[in-house]
């Protein structure tokens, strides 16, 4: 699906940029990183998984949330963000990591697969990861 028809479908919408939004899912994606890193220790390392991904998933939405748009589809959100921080090589390639995330998710959550400790530590570092990039790129638009 092109991001065209992401906006067209509804998938994607322009709203106003909304600093509010931007902070409260940077603080969201902090919080699931605690949270990922919590059941790292407790060896779940399939929540763990799916808790750095929902990282990912709020440091994504305050990209949108920065450019003046709501999502209702991880799939275009990630298509958003490849395209719109084309010019951000990190941001990017994290999105593009993030991508085939979705998929590992969505397997581990509706389907029961599991998840070994070092696709979890992956994860959990590359939200690390794109939280920091975020927080930068945010702070800047200030």
């Known amino acids: 699906m092109s991001?065209?028809?992401c906006f067209r479908k509804g998938m994607l919408k322009r709203v106003r940029p909304d600093k509010d939004e931007i902070d409260n899912s940077l603080g969201r994606?902090?919080?699931f990183i605690g949270r990922a890193s919590g059941n790292m220790k407790q060896k779940y390392f399939d929540v763990a998984f799916l808790m750095a991904?929902?990282?990912m998933f709020q440091s994504c939405k305050a990209l949108l949330f920065i450019k003046g748009v709501k999502e209702r589809s991880h799939y275009c959100m990630i298509e958003f963000v490849r395209k719109e921080f084309v010019s951000?090589?990190?941001i990017t390639s994290l999105a593009k990591a993030l991508d085939s995330y979705?998929?590992?998710r969505h397997a581990i959550q509706y389907e029961g697969e599991s998840c070994d400790e070092d696709d979890a530590k992956s994860i959990i570092q590359d939200a690390k990861d794109l939280l920091?990039?975020?927080k930068k790129l945010a702070e800047a638009k200030k």
């Open 102 to 104: 979705r998929l590992a």
């Open 88 to 90: 951000n090589e990190k």
């Open 29 to 31: 994606s902090k919080h």
């Open 53 to 55: 991904y929902n990282s």
């Open 132 to 134: 920091e990039n975020v």
């Open 3 to 5: 991001l065209d028809e």
